[in-house]
């Protein structure tokens, strides 16, 4: 479920998930960027720009094209903190938000993973725009990506 808050002039967006596999497993699915394009919506056209890192570390720099609404984007994002098997947090650095941080966590619950996904965003003209067209878009990425993660580990 994509549970959304507000918090002075920042939006959050959060979703837990369990899946039946070990954390290991599980980590290393999600630090290997590739993996984004099985869990995007394709209706995004989401692609990684050229090289694509084959792992995720602290400092790592990925740029991407995606559309929403027939809207062509640059994104770029820095990934600012780094756990292996626990966590990992990655920054826009240049993006259509105002400020964006998704922070992906792991925990162990026997053998199988507990996933969690917080984000942080600011976004132009606030609440109006947030309630219009924000709010939507990223319900149903994430509802897309929960069905796909559901489809990667399931056994």
Avoid at 29 to 47: G, S
Avoid at 57 to 82: Q, T
Wanted: a positive charge; glycine letters at 2%; charged letters at 30%.
């Amino acid at each position: 479920m994509v549970i959304f808050s507000k918090e002075k002039s920042f939006f959050q967006l959060s979703v837990e998930q369990k899946v039946p596999e070990d954390i290991s497993t599980v980590f290393n699915f999600f630090e290997t960027p590739k993996n984004l394009n099985l869990i995007t919506p394709p209706w995004l056209n989401f692609k990684i720009i050229p090289p694509v890192p084959k792992t995720t570390y602290e400092g790592l720099e990925i740029s991407y094209r995606l559309s929403l609404h027939k809207l062509p984007m640059f994104w770029k994002s820095k990934i600012i903190r780094y756990k292996k098997n626990e966590y990992f947090c990655d920054k826009q650095i240049f993006g259509p938000y105002l400020f964006w941080e998704h922070t992906h966590t792991f925990s162990a619950d026997g053998n199988k993973t507990i996933i969690r996904d917080v984000v942080n965003y600011k976004i132009l003209f606030g609440k109006i725009f947030h309630k219009l067209f924000v709010k939507r878009d990223l319900k149903n990425i994430f509802e897309y990506r929960y069905k796909k993660i559901e489809e990667v580990f399931k056994k």
